[in-house]
């Protein structure tokens, strides 16, 4: 079964700092992304990546860097964190021709304060 | 430019019923759809896809979706709910093309009643 583990499950920031979510996958997936969810906006794509040492800009990703070093791990990095950035964010997974069905993780609940 | 609407936020219903959950989609090309199911506190499950062929797609647990181009819709069904068919619902659509970006609906929470 295709697996995509994030952490921390939960994180509380302090305004300005500097917080970084990590996700992993054990799918051998070329494609991963990153999501937020919010009351009203559903989904929205923050950072995807194609493969190892790719990141590309998703809808919403202004305050938001991304960091693809290897097929397993994509993680989501908030240089200066700010209390607009509280949300859920989901990290999936997903092979290549098959961009349409994804694998998530069980999301990351971020306060930041 | 794509969008993936979901006109019913709520939708309540008793164990038992059927229930049919909408979504309809504006664009003019081909397209992929699919369905997610979001229980409380969890991340997405993939239900269906739709890309071609016949219109009716089954998936998991008794659901199934219908495609219709002259609608521009895809529409959830499932002819018996169980109460733990509560969560929320997600269409999805995403073109044919180099993007590999799934555009989500806001969602239609799915409250069984016993």
């Known amino acids: 079964e295709a697996a995509v583990t994030q952490s921390p499950r939960n994180k509380v920031a302090v305004t300005g700092g500097k917080v970084t979510l990590s996700c992993n996958q054990t799918?051998?997936?070329?494609?991963m992304y990153w999501y937020r969810q919010d009351t009203g906006h559903g989904l929205r794509l923050i950072h995807y990546?194609?493969?190892?040492?790719?990141?590309e800009k998703g809808d919403i990703p202004d305050g938001y860097k991304a960091s693809r070093p290897s097929q397993e791990n994509f993680s989501l990095i908030l240089e200066l964190a700010t209390p607009s950035q509280t949300s859920v964010y989901f990290c999936?997974?997903?092979?290549?021709?098959?961009?349409?069905?994804?694998?998530f993780g069980h999301g990351t609940k971020l306060s930041v304060l | 430019t794509q969008t993936v609407s979901q006109s019913d936020a709520h939708v309540t219903v008793f164990e038992g019923d059927s229930v049919e959950l909408r979504c309809n989609y504006s664009?003019?090309?081909?397209?992929?759809l699919s369905w997610y199911i979001q229980h409380h506190g969890r991340g997405l499950q993939f239900l269906l896809k739709?890309?071609?062929?016949?219109?009716v797609v089954q998936g998991v647990n008794g659901f199934e979706a219908e495609f219709s181009k002259s609608d521009s819709s895809f529409h959830l069904r499932k002819a018996s709910v169980h109460w733990s068919d509560s969560a929320v619902y997600f269409c999805?659509?995403?073109?044919?093309?180099?993007?590999?970006?799934?555009?989500f609906g806001l969602g239609t929470t799915l409250q069984v009643q016993p």
């Open positions: 799918n051998n997936h070329n494609n």
């Open positions: 990546s194609y493969g190892a040492g790719s990141t």
């Open positions: 999805a659509a995403r073109i044919t093309g180099n993007t590999r970006k799934l555009i």
């Open positions: 739709y890309y071609s062929g016949n219109p």
């Open positions: 999936a997974s997903g092979g290549q021709g098959e961009g349409e069905r994804l694998f």
């Open positions: 664009y003019g090309g081909s397209i992929y």
